[in-house]
């Protein structure tokens, strides 16, 4: 392998771990912020346990994502140093914003609210959770606005004497097309995410033999919640995605093309491909299963729309960027991704998304009325759906960064001219080993604390004090209590 393939692997093999964790953390966020707010209303003791249960879980998983997300930062520099040069004026307000903002509200806010469960009022203490939400949403919309200026580069110039590109319009980057579409569909799947993994863990308890009979209502009611919650993220990722393949339509048809399999420009009535299969050198299609005009519809929203193929846009985009090799980020080649793993990386995304928010319809039909299931396939379908949505969403990423390529910055930078050129194949190599292994250890870390507290399940109800109402000389002399 040389220094791109090394660079290329190490950047997915991150990125990929990291985002196991980032959809959990937003998702979760949110739903331990409803149980809390929940517990305030009803008085139900119910719900402070679970929030406190989930709380725990949450920490575990905040602070390895964490860890994992700073790590990401450092490659960039080490074996993307041509591409940090370039994008370094348009993604710095961006990515300064996300740090002194974004990530600066969810840390503190998080701090108080492990640290305050008996100095702040029960409203504020709970604000605290939801504030912690709010900095994940806005710290995912300013990572993302930066990825959607790499699918869809607007709002900057190109300085042909720094080589760099610069931002001349900072709300276009904001509001990229892209990003309009992009957020709402990475946010309602860390909603599927979250709330699969809450469903998964409380059905898992409610079934286990050594769990309290005491304790399964408790288990069940966060079977309940979780299972609406993912059904109905489930149908606003289903909408959002389809919003945004009219816009990757648009913006970037060969990804599109790439993603179904779709080698010749269809002028009107384009098939959606089941499945098909192609020739080696993925320049013709062999066999193919195809919903006639399907993909018209879900590409322009319209079953006689125009859906340009792979073959017609290589050659468009040879002419297009390959007739000036001499400019300084212009790299003349294939303009394909490879097709596979765009092909199947889409379906996958799909496939566990939507399997994901049928199974939780399926386990609230046999809730219904009251009902207790008992089965052992309840058990199993229960614990297939956090991984389901976690997988979905990483082929999601997959796909986004596969489907883009050669291009790093699309129509303006390839891969090849992203790397590092002072790196060597045995220091890139060296770092890919270091770094796979590290990971390595820190999912072993990270799956035996999972398991750990949550085969320890949610402690007894102990209600904790309530600041407002105890005398300001009480609550200066009672200790600092820490949650967990």
Known sequence: MDVVEIARWQFGIITVYHFLFVPITIGLSAIIAIFETMWIRTGNPVYLRLTKFFGKLFLINFAIGLVTGIVQEFQFGMNWSDYSRFVGDVFGSFLAIEGLLAFF?????????????????????????????????????????????????????????????ELTDFWAVMFNKVQVVAFPHVVTACYLTGGAFVLGVSAWLHLRKRTKDEDRPMYLTGVRISAWIVLVAGLGTAITGDLQGKVMTEVQPMKMAAAEGLYETSESCAPFSVFTVGTPDGRHEKFAVTVPCLLSFLGTGTFDGKVEGINPLREKYAEEYGTDPGAAYYHPTDYVPVIPVTYWSFRFMIGLGMGAAAGAALLLWGLRGGRRPQARWWSWL???????????????????????QPWVVYGLMTVDNAVSPGVSVGEALTSLLVLTGLYAVLAVIEFGLLVKYVKAGAEPFVEPPDPSLSSSDDADDAPLTFAY
């Open 382 to 404: 229960a614990l297939s759906l956090p991984f389901a949505a976690v997988f979905a969403n990483s082929f999601g990423w997959i796909f986004t960064e596969m489907g883009r």
């Open 105 to 165: 509200l969810e840390s503190t806010f998080l701090g108080l609210w492990i640290f305050g469960w008996d100095k702040l009022p029960r409203w504020l203490h709970a604000g605290c959770m939801w504030l912690v939400h709010i900095g994940t949403l806005l710290s995912s919309y300013f990572i993302l606005a930066a990825n959607s200026w790499m699918q869809h580069p607007v709002g900057h110039s190109y300085n042909p004497e720094t080589g760099r590109a």
